[in-house]
């Protein structure tokens, strides 16, 4: 299964290739499916002469992405990013998603506000009715944490989430903390059935600095299909 997954994602990466112009500044995403990106992005485009200039949306990217030749700029360096690629936990019918599984979701969501486009990268697995399965991310500033943490729980409740499960996501050894020096909040939800109203209440909790749902923010999905297929949203 995994290699067929794999393959949904190196389809999903390869087709947005087609989104590149290598004279204009892109933004890279952060996790699996974007690797593929790079690593594509040194085939096609580096080994080629041809030089890319990114905006990095996580540590981990700039790494990767410097290593294999592609020019990374700080976002305040530039007057416009012409698209962003980047991954998705989960994306429901109307684009919306859940991201930050990698833990990148701040710096994520700041390229992707100020990007012409935002193009998303999954394979079909991707793919769901309603969004939440997936933990859905909240990152919060270390200082209070605990008390956010119950600030967060009892808005759930008040929303109509029983018995709402919110975990710190955790490191091998300590809580995790983003390249931004925050931790990361893990709401298990199950499904969400209003993710606007969810949104807006939860980014008016003090010290929630963003949250991994990205609503009205993809102009694009683009999904690789196990079968070799590509469908473009």
Known sequence: ?????????????????????????IGLGTGSTVNHLINKIHETFILNGQSITAVSTSTETTDLASSLGINIIDLDQVDEVNVVIDGADEVDPEKNLIKGGGG??????????YSKQVIIIVDSSKIVSNLGKFPLPVEVVQFGSERIKAS?????????????????RRSASN???????????????????????????????????????????????????????????
């Open 1 to 25: 299964m995994e290699r067929k997954i794999n393959s949904g994602k190196k389809i999903a990466a390869t087709k947005s290739l087609e989104f590149i112009d290598p004279k204009k500044i």
């Open 104 to 113: 990148a979701l701040l710096m994520e969501k700041i390229v992707a506000s």
């Open 152 to 168: 967060i729980e009892r808005f759930l409740i008040s929303l109509g989430y029983q018995m709402p499960k919110v975990t710190f």
């Open 175 to 233: 809580k995790y903390v983003t390249d931004q020096q925050n931790y990361i909040l893990d709401l298990h939800l199950n499904e969400i059935l209003d993710p606007k109203t969810l949104s807006i209440g939860l980014l008016q909790i003090v010290g929630v600095v963003e949250i991994g749902l990205f609503i009205d923010m993809a102009s694009k999905i683009i999904i690789g299909n196990d079968d070799g297929s590509c469908k473009v949203i």
